[in-house]
């Protein structure tokens, strides 16, 4: 993989703008994958998935094979494990609020426990970052994957012996959070060296849907759980699920991975991150978009609750099947962005504008069938820009900070919860459902088009109007200084924002004009 911009980014404004790409081999550190590791280049490369573009096959059609990175030996078992710990840990977050409600009797109570969870993430993800960069990732995930699943072994000890009281949850809650902050980029950052670049982007989607899959099955066996035998057999299940992935690290056959070189132990290494993050555009406004959309777009627990309880006036039955059918799409929306072999910036954009826009018309909507029914593609659009703006910033980043990269943006994304979800909370207490569905909708649309614009400018492209005869849209178009063009003169229309995914190095696609 090239170090610097990734391929499929948007190309940042510097003079290799408009130079062609000359298709590079993709290397580790410091050695080709033919000379480091032949087994693996061999399992990398799968028809759908070619190595250099233009040869007419999955990169000219936009499409690839749903599930081709399950064919790399490595992926396939830590997809599996993952798969199993997965289902644990949403049993796990079912019981756990459970047993703080029972515990205590109070909502807030509950509250506290989900933001201290979060918590660590807001105040220390940048150095896990630091340590996923540094450290070799396989033996950083058997750890914290150990001691996650210890956290569970150990609240599941103290529930069934009768001696649990919430603050052993409050203290266990932000241990898990603590392993959380370096698991998170590590694990993040790890797929790419078990499947290599030509397989990212399906990875990264398969991940996806594998942890909303989950979703589906570990909150309903929560259920029975708790209703038969109690809360402590659904933690120590989630406990005993982490053997799962850490068989799968065991197994793997390091011969056939992609490891990428470790960033040395020197000082300054945050702000160095930082700094590489704020010099790159195809970086920074991804990272801005998912900052803001996963602070106040993603608070559904707080909104779904609110329409269930006082707009259609329902019970629990009602809400687990709108969540259910949010999986569902989230499910839907994993596996199409699974099919696709490129992860453009405008596909990022336009998936964060229609999930604002159909969050918008489910906020006005009279009708809890037409509002259950768009649950689905709501959910499909929020993992389509998720799984997007993942594989994009995965891409464009120096393999030597990609660690750094991927600890902001899961900081920003998961860190938000504790700032978003108390505003978005008083919108709808004080407001009403509808109006804090509307408040998060609009929020999410708006960013999603100012980010649109500014890295359209970032690529050096500007927006017309045209209205003359036969012409008429808007349409971006790339800035040529210097040239000078006839009053009138519609020169040549590119596409939105992108292609802003440029690839690589700053080659824009041509489009027809927007009728």
């Known amino acids: 993989m090239r170090p610097g911009h990734g391929e499929d980014s948007a190309p940042a404004p510097d003079d290799r703008t408009g130079t062609p790409e000359t298709p590079e081999p993709r290397k580790t550190a410091g050695a080709t994958e033919s000379s480091k590791s032949p087994k693996a280049s061999k399992a990398s490369k799968t028809p759908e998935a070619p190595e250099t573009p233009g040869s007419g096959t999955a990169e000219d059609t936009g499409r690839t094979s749903m599930f081709s990175s399950l064919r790399i030996r490595n992926y396939r078992i830590f997809a599996m494990g993952q798969a199993v710990s997965n289902t644990g840990t949403w049993m796990q977050r079912i019981a756990q609020d459970w047993l703080v409600l029972s515990l205590t009797g109070s909502a807030t109570a509950v509250g506290i426990t989900t933001a201290l969870q979060f918590l660590p993430m807001l105040l220390f993800g940048l150095w896990g970052g630091v340590i996923a960069d540094r450290c070799a990732k396989r033996k950083v995930l058997f750890v914290t994957q150990s001691v996650m699943g210890l956290t569970g072994l150990a609240l599941a000890a103290l529930t069934l012996s009768g001696h649990v009281h919430v603050v052993h949850v409050y203290v266990l809650a932000f241990a898990l959070g603590l392993a959380t902050v370096v698991d998170n980029p590590t694990r993040q950052t790890f797929v790419a060296e078990m499947v290599g670049p030509d397989q990212l982007r399906n990875a990264v989607s398969l991940n996806s849907a594998n942890f909303q899959s989950a ?23 989630n406990g005993l699920s982490f053997l799962a992935p850490l068989a799968g690290l065991l197994l793997m056959r390091t011969s056939e991975l992609y490891p990428s070189e470790r ?224 009053p009138g003169e519609p020169g040549e229309p590119h596409d939105a924002a992108a292609d802003a995914s440029g690839k690589g190095g700053g080659e824009r696609a041509r489009v027809a004009p927007v009728a």
Do not use: C
């Not at 309903?220 to 120590?236: N, Y």
């Not at 132990?265 to 702000?271: A, E």
């Not at 019970?315 to 994993?334: E, K, P, Q």
């Not at 259950?372 to 910033?393: D, K």
């Open 263 to 486: 960033a040395p132990r020197t000082k300054g290494q945050l702000r160095e991150g930082l700094s590489y993050v704020r010099a790159r555009p195809e970086l920074l406004w991804p990272i801005v978009l998912v900052g803001f959309i996963g602070t106040f777009g993603y608070n559904f627990p707080i909104w779904l609750t609110a329409f269930t309880d006082r707009v259609f006036e329902s019970g629990a039955g009602t809400y687990g099947l709108l969540n259910s059918l949010m999986a569902v799409g989230s499910v839907t929306g994993a596996l199409l962005a699974a099919r696709r072999a490129s992860s453009r910036m405008r596909l990022m954009v336009g998936a964060a504008l229609l999930f604002g826009l159909l969050m918008a018309v489910a906020a006005v909507t009279p009708s809890f069938w037409l509002f259950a029914a768009l649950m689905l593609p709501i959910g499909a659009m929020g993992l389509t820009f998720n799984v997007t703006a993942n594989a994009s910033v995965q891409l464009a980043s120096d393999p030597l900070m990609r660690g750094r990269v991927m600890s902001l943006y899961m900081m920003v994304f998961v860190g938000g919860t504790p700032i978003g979800g108390p505003i978005m909370g008083w919108i709808t207490d004080s407001h009403g459902a509808r109006a804090g569905l509307l408040a998060g909708a609009l929020i999410s649309a708006l960013v999603a088009v100012a980010v649109g614009f500014a890295l359209a400018r970032a690529s050096g492209l500007r927006l017309r109007v045209y209205v003359g005869r036969g012409r008429r849209g808007l349409v971006f178009e790339p800035r040529e200084p210097g040239e000078p063009r006839e």
């Open 215 to 237: 979703r589906l099955v570990g909150p309903a066996v929560a259920g029975v759980l708790i209703t038969a035998v109690g809360s402590g057999w659904a933690f120590l299940l």
